[in-house]
């Protein structure tokens, strides 16, 4: 059953059907530009994916056909980050979508076209797996803006990038095209426009179709060995383990017995 939800006015929104769960920064007006209602709603919209719509996997994505996002809106610094004080507030709303978007219990994917630079690079870096057509182009402005990025955009950045790249887009701010990011492993792979919405959907479904419980534990001890966190690694073995004892493990047996695709319930 299809299901939609709207966040921040209208300029966050989720779908859900099959499994699949979208996310659209819808803001193509301003080339999908995250106000600070947008960054705000964000956790709200992949809590509701989540934990309402119990989507299996989720893609983001911008509104309209040509961008997923020019970042944070400018046009909002004069009051909503005009100095330290309200720097601080806006980064914790920044560092709270990124961090839901890292931390969601079920796999991301980025879906790209166009313009990702800023925080839309930023939420796509902190998504699992991103994938761009051709037209995509990619830049980390803040320093010609005269700002400093949240440490864990920075992270996620670092991480989707490599320490080289990485160092090369905050420092020089150049835009990257969708070939480069392909080189320094930042995309999963790219393909003409005509493409990439079929090449995600058939992506997302073959995520959907695996145990939420098995990805759940595996998606938790990526980020363990990443983050080098042992107390997230020994949750991800708890989690692990539990699955041997869920009906989802006895159904996976059973398919293959038999032959047949599973149907994981997630429980």
């Known amino acids: 059953m299809t299901s939609s939800h709207d966040f921040?006015?209208?300029?966050?929104?989720?779908?859900?059907?099959?499994?699949i769960g979208t996310l659209v920064l819808d803001n193509p007006d301003r080339k999908n530009a995250i106000t600070a209602a947008m960054w705000?709603?964000?956790?709200?919209?992949?809590?509701h994916l989540t934990?309402?719509?119990?989507?299996?996997?989720?893609?983001?994505?911008?509104?309209?056909?040509?961008?997923?996002?020019?970042?944070?809106?400018i046009s909002e610094f004069d009051t909503e980050r005009k100095d330290t004080a309200t720097a601080r507030v806006y980064e914790a709303l920044n560092s709270a979508a990124f961090t839901a978007v890292r931390h969601?219990?079920?796999?991301?994917?980025?879906?790209?076209?166009?313009i990702c630079f800023g925080g839309g690079f930023g939420i796509a870096a902190a998504c699992d797996l991103r994938i761009a057509d051709e037209s995509a182009r990619f830049s980390i402005p803040a320093a010609r803006l005269g700002l400093a990025y949240p440490?864990?955009?920075?992270?996620?950045?670092?991480?989707?990038l490599g320490p080289q790249m990485a160092k090369v887009a905050i420092f020089t701010g150049a835009p990257l095209s969708a070939a480069k990011m392909i080189s320094a492993g930042f995309l999963l792979e790219t393909m003409a426009t005509d493409a990439l919405e079929g090449e995600a959907?058939?992506?997302?479904?073959?995520?959907?179709?695996?145990?939420?419980l098995a990805l759940?534990?595996?998606?938790?001890?990526?980020?363990?060995?990443?983050?080098?966190?042992?107390?997230?690694?020994?949750?991800a073995e708890?989690?692990?383990?539990?699955?041997?004892?869920s009906l989802d493990y006895a159904e996976g047996r059973a398919a293959f017995a038999e032959r047949r695709k599973p149907h994981f319930t997630g429980q």
Do not use: W, Y
């Not at 921040?8 to 499994?19: K, L, W």
């Open 151 to 160: 440490a864990d955009a920075i992270q996620d950045i670092v991480t989707a």
């Open 40 to 47: 705000r709603a964000v956790p709200q919209a992949i809590r």
């Open 201 to 212: 959907h058939a992506l997302a479904l073959a995520i959907a179709a695996n145990a939420p």
């Open 8 to 19: 921040a006015g209208g300029h966050v929104r989720t779908t859900f059907d099959d499994g």
């Open 216 to 235: 759940h534990a595996s998606k938790m001890a990526i980020r363990a060995v990443i983050e080098q966190d042992d107390d997230l690694l020994r949750d």
């Open 51 to 73: 934990d309402e719509a119990n989507a299996r996997v989720i893609v983001i994505r911008g509104g309209g056909e040509k961008d997923f996002s020019a970042g944070a809106d």
């Open 104 to 114: 969601c219990r079920v796999p991301t994917i980025a879906l790209i076209r166009g």
């Open 238 to 245: 708890i989690l692990g383990a539990e699955t041997f004892d």
